[in-house]
């Protein structure tokens, strides 16, 4: 067991570093037709209850891998679910036929900034201190990423 003196060092970086988390940025494509969604249109997205952004573009969901911090801000306030809830959802989701496949997982901020722009229809989230160049970022609630009411913290 470490000496208490680092333990507690330890601890309190920890809780710094929670503090300093950037909030979460959904960025899409420039040719997605959204500027702005209200959060509970977000939640549909990202749910897969919302597949279209329009009649010809389908919604392409990319997740960030567990390990992600920005991941864990979307499940608690999108999903309010832990992560063994998420995975059971888009199981149950994906077998019910309600959608036909479940988001796609990318594993850094640079690989989905890459399929964002790649793949028309993409959305994705990113620590919004790492907001990629050419990407939308879209409003929620007429907030941006650094509003302090902004809801994805």
């Known amino acids: 067991m470490p000496p208490t003196g680092l333990l507690i060092a330890f601890l309190l970086l920890a809780i710094r570093g929670l503090a300093a988390a950037s909030p979460v940025a959904i960025v899409v494509s420039p040719d997605v037709p959204v500027d702005e969604m209200s959060f509970s249109e977000v ?3 990202f749910m897969g209850d919302r597949q279209f ?6 919604v392409v969901l990319l997740m960030r891998a567990p390990v992600a911090p920005e991941r864990n801000v ?13 995975r059971q959802y888009w ?8 959608v036909s496949t479940g988001p796609k997982i990318v594993y ?14 993409a959305v994705a989230f990113v620590d919004s201190a790492q907001i990629p160049k050419g990407l939308k970022v879209l409003r ?12 994805l913290r």
């Open 43 to 45: 939640r549909k997205v």
């Open 53 to 58: 952004w329009n009649p010809r573009l389908r």
């Open 74 to 86: 979307v499940l608690r306030t999108i999903y309010q679910m832990s992560e063994a809830q998420f």
């Open 91 to 98: 199981i149950s989701k994906v077998f019910r036929a309600d």
């Open 108 to 121: 850094s901020t640079e690989m989905a900034s890459e399929l964002v722009a790649a793949i028309p229809g």
């Open 140 to 151: 929620i609630d007429g907030k941006l990423p650094g509003d302090k009411t902004y809801p």
